[in-house]
């Protein structure tokens, strides 16, 4: 288990990093296309990056709870799954997160907030009622795992250096906002050749990105799966739980597209095409892994 988590650590830090790099060689690439220095579009890149994030940072949680119609869990409304927290808390060593439910009948949770002071889990009523002791300790020490690593602040990251290079390919494409109009530029031919790997760049570096962000969430998940695991020394619950996801199969009501990648199985698992560009790895190969922990 600590093997795999140090393995997911460190490709998961690599995988930001190409994402960050992406952002800033987007704009270098883009302003020179319009006759600029480059440095104008790198400036750009990066102030889009600093905006999106600021507001993800503060307010994120606030976002990804409300779209999910989750509803605080006060201690008196269910102590068992209170306690259940607690409990796990105590031996992970961290702040009990506020709790809530979502009313929905599909087996899902999923942890938010930027530091776990400010942490939030929520859990659907499907898997509280649906799901054993074991196996719903599993999944809650899998959200705990998120907020513990600081799986949550980290794919928040990911998810907006993912849309501002959407935002710049957008930019370049729909354009000309920063074109450069001087005729001696526009003759050019290193102009000319910016031009084209600017259109090529524009067009691919979305779907690059989007590749990066589904490969830094799987990694996520197979850590969370370990840490959690590590967690409760019980993998098997976890694997149990995984198992009755994959057989029930039921997509949520009320998840996001934008928010899919924070939940402990993909959210629109039952509907067509779900599992193309999937944020979670197959489950039958986390059930895989987690019993080869055992």
Do not use: W
Not at 31 to 51: N, T
Not at 80 to 107: F, H, K, Q, W
Not at 114 to 140: H, Q
Not at 216 to 240: C, M, N, Q
Request: proline content about 4%; hydrophobic content about 45%.
């Amino acid at each position: 288990m600590y093997s795999q988590i140090d393995s997911n650590k460190q490709k998961s830090v690599l995988l930001l990093i190409l994402a960050a790099v992406l952002v800033i060689a987007l704009g270098y690439v883009f302003d020179r296309a319009y006759g600029g220095d480059g440095y104008s579009g790198i400036f750009l890149g990066i102030m889009i990056s600093l905006i999106t994030t600021s507001v993800s940072y503060f307010q994120g949680d606030k976002i990804a709870l409300m779209t999910s119609g989750a509803k605080p869990l006060e201690k008196n409304d269910n102590p068992y799954v209170y306690r259940m927290v607690e409990n796990l808390c105590i031996t992970a060593g961290t702040p009990v997160p506020r709790i809530y439910i979502m009313e929905d009948s599909a087996i899902n949770a999923f942890a938010t907030g930027r530091k776990p002071e400010l942490a939030s889990i929520a859990i659907t009523r499907g898997a509280i009622e649906k799901l054993e002791n074991e196996e719903l300790e599993g999944v809650i020490a899998h959200e705990l795992s998120h907020i513990k690593n600081y799986d949550i602040r980290f794919m928040m990251l990911v998810a907006v250096l993912v849309g501002a290079v959407s935002i710049m390919a957008n930019i370049f494409l729909r354009g000309g906002m920063f074109r450069r109009r001087s005729s001696d530029r526009e003759g050019s031919d290193g102009m000319a050749i910016f031009a084209i790997v600017g259109i090529v760049l524009a067009i691919l570096s979305p779907i690059i990105a989007q590749l990066i962000k589904l490969a830094v969430s799987r990694k996520r998940e197979y850590l969370a799966d370990a840490s959690g695991s590590l967690l409760t020394r019980y993998p098997e619950g976890l694997a149990r739980a995984l198992e009755k996801i994959a057989a029930e199969n039921t997509p949520m009501k009320n998840a996001s597209p934008a928010t899919s990648h924070m939940y402990i199985s993909n959210p629109f698992s039952g509907k067509a095409l779900a599992g193309l560009f999937s944020t979670h790895p197959p489950i039958e190969d986390r059930i895989k892994k987690l019993r080869e922990m055992a």
